[in-house]
């Protein structure tokens, strides 16, 4: 049985599945098992057939006091207890070193070995500790493989800048064994959060006019990114649906990209059920009806007719859910006059728990910018928080949210 990360305790007596990729950096796995080991993990090592060229079967099994798997087609392994449930038997899979070849399999979907098939059939936590020369590092394949990853949840460790083994210096050296097992430590550790699913939207939505036009509200995600990732650090499992941004993803959360408001909706049911759901995107109100299939040319004979029609309110709709309603709902309300009153009928008008007001007067310059000051808005009344960067707001509101949820 797979156990989310959520209901495990700590680290001591997890079962961790550790596969060696094949680098030089291999000869630091049996320091991670030696580390794991002294903290009461019990190891259940892979080494891919390029792992095995840099250690031995025999190091790996003596140092974990465990079998070493691998073999895709071990008849013994198969009659025991077979690759899928090896996989899902782990409380977590650490993939140390973590090779530019070993990411881009997973990132493809490839189930050619046994390290790949476990990596494929789990549904434990996975955590990559890549290791490569500095050019496969920054190359952009490298790079696309490494974004899928993270976005659908894969957490890394390093690599860290540093001479590498190939003589060249820079980012591609695998992570030091202490700081991979602090960080595999940090994932068993639990926060106020542990155990409760939360649900953020952020960024605009985009809404096509035509092939190559859309209109949209302004919005950086920065903002939804930084609450997704500081309810992350106190132990929620998020799932972040964002709209078009360009800020980097959290590390360790699940994200959803979509366009469109609809796009949006779908996510958020699908994302369905959590404890807490933040609606922090700025969402289009409308779309349009007529969406053009090619684009629109300058015909000189007049403007093109746009239709408008509503979009759904996501918001609204999650507020006033009969059932499955999320514990805890908050709005966001971007407002340029009257920030409290407009915040506290837009409260009741949505269903709302609380509504994070902010305002969003050109002079402010909170749109875009790295500050925000914001107004919380609940049943108890109204309190208005100093100005201070998105980040620090995200910590307060999480903070807030744990208590709630306790
Ligand atoms: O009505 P207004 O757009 O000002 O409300 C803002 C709040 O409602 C935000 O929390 C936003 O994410 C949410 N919203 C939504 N779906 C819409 C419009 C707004 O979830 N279609």
Redesign the pocket.
Known sequence: MCLPMGETRMLASRRILLVIGGGIAAYKSLEIIRRLRERSVEIIPVLTSAGAEFVTPLSVSALAGNQVHRDLFDLTMEAEMGHIALGRSADLILVAPATANLMARMATGQADDLATTILLATCAKVVLAPAMNVRMWENPATRRNVATLKSEGIAFVGPNDGDMACGEFGPGRMAEPAEIVAAVENMFSRGPLTGKKALV?SGPTHEPIDPVRYIANRSSGMQGNAIARALKALGAEVVLVSGPVDVASPEGVRVVRVQT?REMMDAVHSALPADVAV?????A?WRVKNVYGGKIKKTGKGLPKIEFEE?????ATVGRMKSGRPELVI????ETDDIAGNAAS?RLR?GCDWVVANDVSPETGIMGGTENAVTLVTENGVDTWDRMSKNEVAVRLADLVARELS
Do not use: M
Request: avoid cysteine; hydrophobic fraction near 60%; proline fraction near 5%.
């Open positions: 939207t408001a609606f922090a995107a700025a969402v109100d979009n759904p309110d996501i918001l709005g966001f309300a971007a837009k949505k």
